[in-house]
């Protein structure tokens, strides 16, 4: 059963408005009543209603982050990001994961209009362009995170993925790699796709080698694993000797399914890199070369574009894109 503020200043023997004093602007109270009511609140159970008082006020100290997979350790660094910078203006996130769902990303949507949020981050899946604009007519800010706002309407925090995946596709030609495979998916995330053309780009570049793309159908260990383990079954002539993954969670699998083949090396028979360079690249069986993005960065500072659009709602959309690093360890070789 709920308790009521009314029952807590019943309780306590002082009028409701001394009770609100107690919550919200102590320095008001004399010390006796602020002892009487916290004895009050001790007693009777008493849970302050959040919730409804930023309603009365009007604004609202949470902010919502949607983010497409929160296994990804990308995700959870640049949530941990936007949380600190969060913090520093007195606000909290409030994290939704939509693993790659249309319907489970309009549900958070829906959840986080419902609760008056502050503003939205949200790294899109689906095409969220027309739902976050009437968030935004209804006075609800929204940044796309890790991806670029196509139209310009909304301001977001990005890494230039295409030259990411240039990157990764220039640095396997460079050690003498030319049976490329880039592998990753779906096809319909925008971040994959860049990635794809940027190593598509590298290939063109250069005469004599070739680029095989290998769909998969999301972006886990798992979905690595097995085409580690399919790349290890074919010959020698028919198996690229360079791989390209969309992201590090698909590289380790990839790495883990080479492996498990007898006599199969890594990187002498087949190099590999990844994208993202996550905590776990570095500690792999065979150190994982990949392209990092600043994960931590572009969630504090989505956080900030968010505020910033808060503050002064006409001001121009904000595109902020990160340029990626090549981090070199062993599955490349030295």
């Known amino acids: 059963m709920t308790v009521s503020v009314r029952e807590v200043a019943a309780h306590a023997g002082v009028s409701v408005g001394t009770v609100s004093n107690v919550l919200n602007h102590r320095e008001r109270v004399a010390p006796e009543s602020v002892r009487r009511v916290n004895e009050a609140i001790e007693a009777l159970g008493y849970v302050r209603n959040d919730a409804a008082r930023q309603l009365r006020a009007g604004q609202s100290t949470t902010v919502g982050l949607v983010v497409l997979d929160v296994r990804n350790p990308f995700f959870t660094e640049m949530a941990r990001g936007a949380e600190q910078e969060a913090e520093r203006h007195d606000l909290a996130v409030i994290l939704g994961n939509s693993d790659e769902d249309e319907s489970r990303e309009s549900r958070y949507l829906d959840l986080f209009?419902?609760?008056?949020?502050?503003?939205?981050?949200?790294?899109?899946?689906?095409?969220?362009?027309?739902?976050?604009?009437?968030?935004?007519?209804?006075?609800?800010?929204?940044?796309?995170?890790?991806?670029?706002?196509?139209?310009?309407?909304?301001?977001?925090?990005?890494?230039?993925?295409?030259?990411?995946?240039?990157?990764?596709?220039?640095?396997?030609?460079?050690?003498?790699?030319?049976?490329?495979?880039?592998?990753?998916?779906?096809?319909?995330?925008?971040?994959?796709?860049?990635?794809?053309?940027?190593?598509?780009?590298?290939?063109?570049?250069?005469?004599?080698?070739?680029?095989?793309?290998?769909?998969?159908?999301?972006?886990?260990?798992?979905?690595?694993?097995?085409?580690?383990?399919?790349?290890?079954?074919?010959?020698?002539?028919?198996?690229?000797?360079?791989?390209?993954?969309?992201?590090?969670?698909?590289?380790?699998?990839?790495?883990?399914?080479?492996?498990?083949?007898?006599?199969?090396?890594?990187?002498?028979?087949?190099?590999?890199?990844g994208f993202d360079d996550i905590d776990f690249a570095a500690a792999a069986v065979v150190p994982l070369s990949s392209v990092r993005q600043p994960s931590r960065i572009m969630g504090e500072t989505a956080l900030r574009l968010l505020l910033d659009e808060e503050a002064d709602p006409g001001r121009p959309v904000q595109q902020v894109v990160f340029e990626p690093e090549l981090v070199v360890r062993a599955s490349t070789g030295r």
Not at 140 to 160: E, K, N, W
Not at 214 to 229: C, I, K, L, N, P
């Open 113 to 273: 209009e419902q609760q008056r949020v502050r503003g939205v981050l949200i790294s899109p899946y689906g095409e969220v362009g027309p739902r976050l604009q009437r968030l935004r007519e209804r006075g609800t800010p929204a940044v796309l995170v890790d991806r670029r706002s196509a139209d310009g309407v909304f301001s977001s925090v990005s890494v230039d993925d295409e030259k990411g995946g240039w990157l990764a596709g220039t640095h396997l030609i460079e050690r003498s790699r030319r049976r490329l495979m880039f592998v990753g998916g779906p096809a319909d995330l925008r971040q994959i796709e860049d990635r794809r053309r940027g190593v598509e780009r590298a290939v063109r570049e250069r005469s004599g080698v070739t680029l095989e793309v290998f769909a998969t159908s999301a972006m886990q260990v798992a979905d690595g694993r097995a085409v580690g383990e399919e790349i290890a079954a074919r010959k020698a002539s028919e198996r690229p000797d360079g791989v390209f993954a969309g992201n590090d969670l698909l590289a380790l699998g990839v790495l883990q399914g080479l492996l498990q083949s007898p006599g199969l090396r890594v990187p002498e028979d087949v190099a590999l890199i």
